[in-house]
Every structure is written in structure tokens, then in C-alpha cells.
């Protein structure tokens, strides 16, 4: 089912670039999506909540009369809840707070010189923005990845939105469950490049914020690009993806099934495995066959894992497997052989890593503790997932007493002159004549 391309006896052949240039990728043409939604960003940062209630009209089909959600109907999606999946929801909110509890950065005070110093705050972003995909996939746990961070950050306001659902005029339930879970009482029902503009421009209804952040679609992604400099945002994300490391040793069913899970967010989402066994490759073709039409979104998945963003790659050797997926640095990368754990510590180019057979990404989607909310497309090469370090802020405080800065005058002015600057200098030496 998956594309093949073999890299046996070949991979020394080409270059780092050439190399990434050879690997399944999708396309996403961010540009000409921004295109097509320039008009409506234009339309909302000029009319605001009017525009926004038509974009919501006639993208999602649903007419509201206000924009943010009633507190009420969190707490009715709260009380709603069935047990088990109150215990799943805080179990995720549980999970991801420890392990982004430790991300927390206290203030660092360095003493450069006697009576010199320079104090390192981390300020929290004051008002953020949560995006949360309602179409295909309605992720209630995108909420908790992107919340749980802003919180331990000290992020004082907090804003979710995420589509309104055709039968209620509201978002889906769960994902309003779990803003009551974390205390999140400002939601909106408005998806799409329509919810950027919103908080990126404000609205009579919405105050516009700081930052944007959470994972969404290539329109999405678009409208995050246009409103960059206005507002902050954590990432372009792209479609979802996951490249599997195995070797010979792997079971075809397990990576099969991993292969699948992630195939079946979009029809535009990645399944690379990279192997240096045509054994195993054959096997998880067949564990492919017999699985995927089993499958509730079966054809999606099949659109998927038969795109060009999605195949097999046959290396010689774990050291090539290893260098191919540092080319590909994807979002998700499980590592299945028989050296998970050391195979793991030698990769450098990963949204996040999943060590050997028990650490599936659905883990990771859900109850890990990890982030989910993670580079796509390569960017993992130079960027990271987002974490509490997304919502902060590196302050210099510099504080310099009389003697501290008598002692380094004169280097500062004898810089300011090579950069002809003399102005710099003289603010210096000022403070020292009689």
C-alpha cells in the first residue's frame, strides 16, 4: 500500500538537502491560502463582530447571535460528563501539567563585574489565544496542550476557540467539558482563519490578544502567518505526521496500526516508515491491507497512506535510517528496534520521540504528559513544540552601579567611535565629568 523508495547503496550519494528533497512531503502551499482569506481577515480587522457572525454563517452554517459561549453550557458540558471519560480528560490534564510543571524558569541574577549585574526575568505573555480544531477531528485535548502550558506559564487571560457544531450552534461538547475542567470560562464558537482574525483584531465581543496559539488548517496556518508581527504565534503547524524507525526485529502489526492512527486524522496527513529490512516493509503492507478497510475512516486513511506525503523507505542500515529521519525531522518519530532507547538519544531533528514498542504517539496524543502540539513539515530541524517557554518572555534587567560602569567607559566609548557613533560614547562619558 505504501510508495517505496530505496536508498540502499545510494543515501552517501546525496547531499543533506538532496536528501530531504527526495522524501515523501506533502505539499501546503501556505501563499495561496493566505491568498484566499486575505479578503475575509481585511473584512473582520474592518467590521468586526458582524464580519466575523457572517463567516460563521456561511463557512460553518450556523447562525449566532453572540459569539462567546454562555458560561452555562460549560458547566452543563461538565456535568454531562460520563465517568470514564472524565477520568481520561484528568488524567491527560493531570499527566501534561507534572511533566510541564519542571519547564518553569526561575529568574537568573549574574553578577558580570563588581557592582555589575544582569537579571534574566521570564515574564508570561498577558493575554493568549487558544485555537482548537473542530472538523474532521474534534481534538478536546488540543484544549488541555495548549492551556496547561499558558497556565503554568502565568498567563493571566486565557481565550479558546474552536467551530460551533451545525446542531447546537456551540463547540463540541467535550472540548467545552474541558475548559470547565480547567477553570477556561472565555470561549467562542468561531473556527477557521475567521477565529485569528478575531483575536488578532479584537472585537466588540473579544479583546484582541497577545499571542495565538494551536494547531489547525492550512487556512488556519495561513491566517496565523498574515496576523505574525501584530500578534505573536507559537508555530505554522501543518497536517499531522509520523515516521517510524523499525528494523527486522519490529512487529509489522504494531507499526501497522501506529502507521494508521496518524493517517487517520486528514487525508493530507504523513505515514513514513524507514527501515532496513524489505521483510518488514512487506509485512506492514499486508498488516496495511488487512487493517485499513476495517477501519471506521477508512477512506481517509487509504487517501493518506497512498498520497505522495506518505511511504516506505528502504535503507541498509540503522545508521542510515538515522540519517534519513534527521532529513525528514518529523512532527511525530517512533523508534521500534531492537536499541530503541539508545537509537532515540542519537536523533536530532524530532517534534518528540517515542521509545520502542509500548510508546505508541497515541500515547503522547492523550495521556503521555508530552506536548502534542508539535512542528510540522521539517520545522522540528529549528523549532520546538509548544511548551510553558512559549509563553514566556526573556527580560534583561540591567542594573550597574557608578564604579561598575566607570570601570568599562572606556571601552564602550572606543566602540562607539569604531561604529561611528560618537553620541553612544558621550552618554557614557557624561556621567563622569567634573
Known amino acids: 500500500m505504501l510508495r517505496r523508495l530505496s536508498l540502499q547503496g545510494t543515501i552517501t550519494d546525496y547531499s543533506a538537502s538532496e536528501l530531504r528533497d527526495l522524501l515523501p512531503r506533502a505539499t501546503f502551499d501556505v501563499n495561496a491560502a493566505l491568498h484566499q482569506i486575505q479578503p475575509l481577515l481585511d473584512d473582520i480587522a474592518q467590521r468586526g463582530t458582524p464580519a466575523v457572525t457572517d463567516a460563521v454563517a456561511r463557512f460553518d452554517q450556523v447562525e449566532l447571535e453572540r459569539l462567546r459561549v454562555d458560561p452555562a453550557a460549560i458547566d452543563a458540558a461538565v456535568e454531562k460528563l460520563e465517568p470514564a471519560r472524565r477520568r481520561?480528560?484528568?488524567?491527560?490534564?493531570?499527566?501534561?501539567?507534572?511533566?510541564?510543571?519542571?519547564?518553569?524558569?526561575?529568574?537568573?541574577?549574574?553578577?558580570?563585574?563588581?557592582?555589575?549585574?544582569?537579571t534574566e526575568r521570564y515574564v508570561p505573555v498577558n493575554r493568549v489565544g487558544l485555537y482548537v480544531p473542530g472538523g474532521l477531528a474534534v481534538l478536546a485535548s488540543s484544549v488541555i496542550m495548549n492551556a496547561v502550558p499558558a497556565q503554568i506559564a502565568g498567563v493571566e487571560q486565557l481565550a479558546v476557540t474552536s467551530p460551533p457544531q451545525k446542531d447546537t450552534g456551540l463547540p463540541d461538547e467535550g472540548i467545552l467539558a474541558v475548559c470547565g475542567l480547567l477553570g477556561l470560562e472565555e470561549v467562542y464558537a468561531v473556527g477557521g482563519p475567521a477565529a485569528v482574525a478575531m483575536f488578532a483584531y479584537g472585537t466588540d465581543e473579544c479583546d484582541p490578544v497577545d499571542m495565538i496559539c494551536g494547531p489547525g488548517n492550512i487556512y488556519v496556518t495561513a491566517a496565523k502567518r498574515a496576523v505574525r508581527g501584530l500578534v505573536g504565534i507559537d508555530a505554522e503547524a501543518g497536517t499531522t505526521e509520523i515516521a517510524i524507525i523499525a528494523d527486522a526485529?519490529?512487529?509489522?502489526?504494531?507499526?501497522?496500526?501506529?502507521?494508521?492512527?496518524?493517517?487517520?486524522?486528514?487525508?493530507?496527513?504523513?505515514?513514513?516508515?524507514?527501515?532496513?529490512?524489505?521483510?518488514?516493509?512487506?509485512?506492514?503492507?499486508?498488516?496495511?491491507?488487512?487493517?485499513?478497510?476495517?477501519?471506521?475512516?477508512?477512506?481517509?486513511?487509504?487517501?493518506?497512506l497512498t498520497g505522495e506525503q506518505s511511504g516506505t523507505i528502504v535503507?541498509?542500515?540503522?545508521?542510515?535510517?538515522?540519517?534519513?529521519?534527521?532529513?525528514?525531522?518529523?512532527?511525530?518519530?517512533?523508534?521500534?528496534?531492537?536499541?530503541?532507547a539508545d537509537?532515540?538519544?542519537?536523533?536530532?531533528?524530532?517534534?518528540?520521540?517515542?521509545?520502542?514498542?509500548?510508546?505508541p504517539v497515541s500515547l503522547g496524543d492523550y495521556c503521555a504528559g508530552s506536548n502534542h502540539i508539535l512542528p510540522t513539515g521539517g520545522c522540528a530541524r529549528h523549532s520546538s513544540g509548544l511548551s510553558v517557554h512559549s509563553f514566556l518572555r526573556g527580560i534583561h534587567v540591567v542594573n550597574y552601579s557608578q564604579s561598575a560602569l566607570a570601570a568599562v567607559a572606556e571601552d564602550v566609548v572606543t566602540f562607539a567611535n569604531s561604529e561611528d557613533l560618537p553620541s553612544h560614547g558621550e552618554a557614557v562619558s557624561v556621567r563622569f565629568e567634573a
Do not use: W
Open 88 to 118: 481520561a480528560y484528568q488524567t491527560a490534564i493531570d499527566r501534561v501539567r507534572q511533566a510541564h510543571s519542571a519547564q518553569r524558569l526561575p529568574d537568573i541574577h549574574t553578577q558580570v563585574a563588581p557592582g555589575g549585574y544582569i
Open 249 to 304: 526485529e519490529a512487529n509489522a502489526a504494531h507499526v501497522a496500526a501506529d502507521l494508521i492512527s496518524q493517517a487517520e486524522h486528514d487525508p493530507a496527513a504523513a505515514s513514513v516508515l524507514i527501515t532496513d529490512s524489505v521483510a518488514l516493509a512487506d509485512a506492514v503492507d499486508n498488516e496495511l491491507a488487512k487493517r485499513v478497510p476495517l477501519t471506521k475512516h477508512h477512506a481517509r486513511i487509504h487517501t493518506a
Open 315 to 340: 535503507v541498509d542500515d540503522i545508521d542510515a535510517a538515522v540519517r534519513v529521519a534527521d532529513s525528514y525531522a518529523a512532527e511525530h518519530l517512533e523508534i521500534h528496534t531492537v536499541d530503541a
Open 343 to 359: 537509537i532515540a538519544m542519537r536523533i536530532r531533528n524530532a517534534g518528540a520521540i517515542f521509545v520502542g514498542t509500548y510508546t
